[in-house]
């Protein structure tokens, strides 16, 4: 009984708008930033590409297989091309590019690799 | 009595959200330029790799003893430094790539890889046969003379084998094939001591008395220790990009610690027991004594100038190991003028041999011999063209080695190691 005869101070209906206002501003903030970190994800994608890219040029390496090619995967697709490199008579140049599957590039790699 | 005051506990809330959505945002920051910077690390490095490529391979764009600024690509953002400079009988190339946060700098000895046609022995046609005794063994092609190989009979020895030759055997031609100029070029630019315009010279025998010791790395200028006396070392360290020359004789001894410097001298004496890597240029005579250990890659060679003695030898003593290259060379062969390599009992040479004269060989030679005579030396005679109880075995030469372009045949630049 003694709690309910108790004295509650009550909020003004404008100071509890006010402070339900800022919790949803600072949440929706919030939100936004979370959703940006998570999208800035594409770095790792970009690391993924470019570690992709780097396994296909060592491959090509230890390979030898000097020939132009076009590697598809669900997510991307990659262009190989090894042209001659001037003034050298064995020396080759890799350039490789990774587009998504709207056709942006994301990646490009390229590396002098001594051929045969 | 409870306090209601919504907002300041909405304060509060807010203020939380803002320090998490803070700290996600500095995360995102951080983690982004971390990746940036593995980026641009990861492209030096790449592009310090392609420019070693670049120097490996047959190119014309940087010569021998010069440096220069290559935009790899031509995009304005792949520019490297490349640098070939003549280490003895061997190159130093240097590739240096740099951007505004990052450089990376690779340094390679290098010399040439093995002729995919391996031969065990190449002897000059002197119309005189190959005779073989005691437990000599062959393994692997040889180019001998029109008469061939034989067995023989001497000191008491028979020849003990199977089969002569584990291999096969073509015709040598009158002469050897000529020993590669540039070798030659490289060596005489030793002796004639031709420095590079920023190198260091210091007075040896100032630098003995110091007794002390240096090292120095590749990507700095060459130290050049300089002495017109001889020069005897002992208890000190030389390692790296140091030349050593002396107007007389040069003497090793066995407490020092020589590694990847260049000697040049008359005269080289290595004392028993030494062990170390390194390039031995001589005019007159190399002698190393018993049990010495010269790591890979180690090179002796002896070449004649105007001031040479009429007989030049390299003498190689019992139980020695090298790993590497041995060669004697003079341009015009004469009765008067002798050069001879003599290789004692159990000396074991991993690599190439070659001399325009003689050859006395008693050891192993896991590799190939060339040269215009065998001489078998024995208390009792001289015989030409004799081999007893030595090894030539080119089967147990490493796949992989890389060595000295003896010859002008046209051979793939290889890393021999990596220097600092």
């Known amino acids: ?116 | 009595m409870l306090k209601a005051s919504s907002l300041f506990y909405a304060t509060a809330i807010a203020l939380v959200i803002a320090l998490i959505s803070s700290s996600l945002i500095l995360f995102a920051y951080f983690n982004k330029l971390r990746l940036t910077d593995y980026n641009v690390s990861e492209r030096t490095l790449i592009n310090s790799t392609s420019g070693l490529s670049l120097l490996l391979s047959k190119q014309n764009i940087i010569q021998l003893n010069q440096q220069k600024f290559i935009d790899l690509y031509n995009e304005g953002n792949d520019t490297v430094l490349l640098k070939r400079k003549s280490w003895g009988s061997f190159e130093v190339i240097v590739s240096k790539a740099f951007s505004a946060r990052s450089s990376s700098n690779q340094i390679a000895l290098i010399g040439s890889g093995m002729p995919s046609e391996k031969k065990a022995i190449y002897l000059a046609d002197q119309d005189k046969p190959l005779s073989l005794c005691g437990k000599t063994v062959i393994k692997g092609d040889c180019y001998l003379p029109k008469s061939g190989v034989k067995r023989a009979y001497i000191e008491g020895q028979s020849f003990s084998g199977n089969q002569l030759v584990e291999g096969t055997i073509k015709e040598s031609s009158k002469n050897l094939p000529p020993l590669n100029n540039e070798l030659i070029e490289k060596i005489k630019s030793i002796i004639l001591k031709q420095m590079g315009e920023n190198d260091s010279i210091i007075d040896m025998d100032k630098q003995q008395k110091l007794n002390d010791s240096i090292i120095n790395s590749f990507g700095n200028n060459t130290i050049y220790l300089l002495s017109k006396e001889n020069i005897i070392f002992s208890n000190q360290v030389y390692q790296g990009n140091i030349i050593i020359i002396s107007d007389k004789e040069i003497d090793i001894s066995n407490n020092c610690n020589l590694q990847d410097v260049l000697v040049m001298a008359p005269v080289i004496e290595v004392e028993d027991d030494f062990e170390g890597s390194l390039q031995l240029f001589a005019t007159d005579s190399i002698s190393i004594s018993k049990n010495c250990k010269l790591n890979y890659p180690s090179a002796l060679s002896l070449i004649r100038t105007t001031k040479s003695h009429n007989n030049m030898d390299i003498f190689i003593g019992e139980g020695t190991e090298i790993f590497g290259d041995v060669f004697a060379y003079e341009e015009n062969l004469s009765p008067q003028k002798q050069i001879k390599i003599n290789i004692e009992k159990n000396v074991k040479i991993t690599g190439q041999v070659y001399s325009s004269g003689i050859v006395d060989l008693k050891g192993f030679v896991y590799g190939s011999v060339t040269c215009s005579t065998f001489l078998l030396s024995t208390p009792s005679s001289v015989y030409e063209n004799h081999l007893l109880d030595a090894t030539i075995d080119v089967t147990k030469l490493p796949e992989k080695y890389v060595g000295i372009n003896l010859t002008e045949t046209e051979q793939a630049k290889k890393i021999i190691k990596w220097i600092y």
């Open chain 1, 1 to 116: 009984m003694d709690l309910l005869n108790k004295k509650i101070r009550a909020s003004t209906l404008l100071e509890t708008i006010v402070a339900l206002m800022l919790v949803m501003m600072c949440f929706s903030i919030g939100m936004m930033i979370y959703v940006n970190v998570i999208n800035s994800d594409n770095n790792r994608q970009k690391l993924h590409v470019h570690l992709l890219l780097k396994g296909i040029a060592f491959k090509t390496k230890t390979d030898n297989s000097y020939l132009d090619e076009s590697i598809e995967s669900e997510m991307l697709s990659i262009k190989k091309k090894v042209i001659k490199y001037k003034d050298t008579e064995n020396l080759n140049m890799l350039t490789l590019k990774a587009y998504d599957k709207q056709g942006k590039l994301l990646e490009e790699y390229k590396e002098l690799l001594i051929g045969d």
